[in-house]
């Protein structure tokens, strides 16, 4: 990406903001070095980025400040080097932390299977388990060694304490026999050049026989080791050295261990920072209520509520913008009054496109997208050059003529009143060849103009989509927001005159507009008035919209919590009916009946009142003939007709049966009952043909159980069901292939399966009848 565009769109600006965000330096300069990525990369950081929330808002986790180790991990590889202590515990101290947020990553509710891409960061590299082990023994939490490192080192120590106790006994002994307490500054032993002393007042540092070390900085008190502290001090001072040794030894193995690691160590340390610039980002999707956006090359331009970052990151007020393409369109000519947002629109189209292309979430609504940009080129402000002999003019072309062999496809183009540093009709006709060029390289353009022929030009091509800034009406302050498909005036008149310009010089200026016949600001000024009228009303439709889908939301909700008490009361005396027939408490006949009460509870039958009809006579029926069965809403086949009881024999599907006259009807030339079908009734049959109902086998012998399935089916088409479940449970599978033998062979039966695992699988057969 070129420098001069990531200046021009001040990209820089917003990473100064995101470091401001880390909680460590090394975190803090990775942010500054954030740059907008190759669309795979930037898809991945994108990834990384919504997974990062979604672990953030779970995780307790905390990221503290920790120092940067990339020096110290840099002197380590040198094979003669040592860590020294402050090295270690700083070291310690940023692996103290890695592990938690290794834990934290592994363990958070919800598991690593939320966030796969952390996860995965952290298996990169293995625990340095080692060095951690090593420190976290040999380093205490104040940062010392401790005296555990070594038996050597413990040793030693025990030995400086055993000489402390001594001097201090012997210092209370003498000071008591020879009354010394009168010669001292303070009641106590110090310490001066590793040696133990006493703090004497000066104008007796003759009464006691010894050394003086050093006076106090007024000159009133001088540290005098006596004689009978020598040899203990000679000692002391040997047990130090040893000491000293024994901790450089506790270094060196401790600086082994991270060498033998570093790998590790360094990807432990790169990962905390990582995860510092990842916060990072999410703190900065929170100051400005961003959002992770989509690339895709298949879609256009499609910025919603989009907000400019660093207006939204300074200005809480900043008004969204929606920036918009559409499907086939690959340029946006935005144009209107001076001081109306243009260039805003501009730069907030490529800022976003760039913190996009680094992975970085941008101030835009959910369901925007952007297309699959790699390369920005952005020709904003007066890039004229005194130094260079440049004029505004000759920069615009000379940086457009550097990237005119890189358009393509994946192009973005920002011209900022681009041919305006020459004459106008020159400058227009210019852009205008300029944005056919580009389109025919199939680049993507977004513009800014004052040029009347590029206004027309922009609502007369196929690929090029007109934008205007809005005005209110009344008080000609610019709106910030965009109307499509419309042309807006420049108004510099107006902005001149809101800026100071002396009325004699406006009213001149309007003269000349009317003697050039240029003067066009009534009819601008009324499409700007109809496009923020337009404005207002659609987002009073969105208003509204939004209300009714609340609305329906919480209907939908509602009704969802009825169905389910519902079902639940039903359920309930279901199998309250169930366990009172299993127990002998009702008879099957007062089960059923009170099973039939609380089906009606799930299913009501609408009634609608039939009009009066004539009793269906068989006298006119012959054999053959094809009737309606209507409980069944069956089509059969007479066989019979018994006219002294008004019945016939009716075949309906295989299934012969004699019906009463009442319950049949005649059949059009269509197959369709005629009117003498009663309403009721068919409503009543069509809501019952939706219950199951089900048949317990279960230790029955086979031939009882073989006869209980026919009675069950017969009884099941004349309720008028379509399907039923059988149990027969799974055992050696002899009933189950009776069973189904027996299904194969039922005339009214359309297919039978086994139930899934949930239902009861093999041990229970669902039937559907024809």
Known sequence: MEQRTLQNLEFDKVLVHLAGLAVSDAGAEACRKVEPLSPDSARSEMDFFRQGQVWSQYASFRLRQFPPLSGMLDFVEAPGNVLDLDDLWALRQVLAQAKELVDSISSAPGGSVEWPLLQEAVDR?????????????????????RDESSPELLLVRQEVRRIHQTCTRKVKEVVQTYNLLQYMQDEYLTLANDRYVLPLKSNFKGRVQGIIHDYSQTGETCYFEPLFLVDLNNELQELKQQEREEERKVLIYLTGLIRSQLASV???????????????????AAAFDGTALELSAETPLNL????????????????????????GQKALVISGGNAGGKTVCLKTIGLIALMAMSGLPVPVAGGSTLPLWTKVFAFIGDEQSLEGHVSTFTAQIRHLSALWDKADAETLVILDEFGAGTDPAQGAALAQAVIDELLEKDASIAAATHFPALKAYALSREKVRAASVLFDPNTKKPLYRLAYDQVG?????????????????????????????????????????LAVT?????????????????????????????????????????????????????????????????????????????EPVKPFSVEVVQPGQRLSYLPWSKTGVVEEV??????????????????EGKDLALVDEKGVAGPKTPVTTGATVKAERNIALRLDLRGMRTDVALSEVSRFLDKALLGNVSQVEIVHGRGTGVLRKEVHRLLRDFPAVSEFRLAPEDMGGDGMTIVDFK
């Open 304 to 327: 919603r509520e989009a907000r400019h970052p660093l207006l939204a990151l300074t200005e809480k007020g900043s008004l969204p913008l929606n920036l918009q393409l559409k499907p």
């Open 266 to 284: 360094r990807g432990v340390h790169d990962l905390l920072v990582k995860v510092d610039v990842l916060l990072a980002k999410c703190s900065l």
């Open 642 to 659: 018994d006219g002294r009881r008004n019945r016939v024999k009716i075949d309906l599907s295989g299934v012969s049966m004699w019906v």
């Open 534 to 610: 337009r404005e207002k009303e659609i987002e009073t439709l969105h208003k509204e919209r939004d209300k009714f889908r609340s609305k329906r939301d919480r209907l939908e909700e509602r009704f969802e919590r009825d169905r389910e008490k519902l079902f639940t009361e039903v359920q309930t005396q279901a199998q309250g009916v169930l366990k009172d027939w299993k127990s002998g408490k009702v008879s099957h006949k007062s089960a059923l009946k009170e099973l039939s009460k609380t089906r009606e509870k799930l299913v009501k039958p609408v009634v609608v009142q039939p």
């Open 489 to 529: 005036a420049s108004q510099a008149l107006d902005v001149a005159r809101e800026h100071g310009m002396p009325e004699t010089v406006l009213r001149r200026a309007e003269s000349y507009l009317l003697m050039d016949g240029e003067d066009t600001s009534a009819l601008i000024d009324r499409l700007n008035s």
């Open 125 to 145: 590299y293995p625990w340095p388990g080692q060095s951690w082990s090593g420190l976290a023994r040999c380093i205490g939490d104040n940062g010392q060694i």
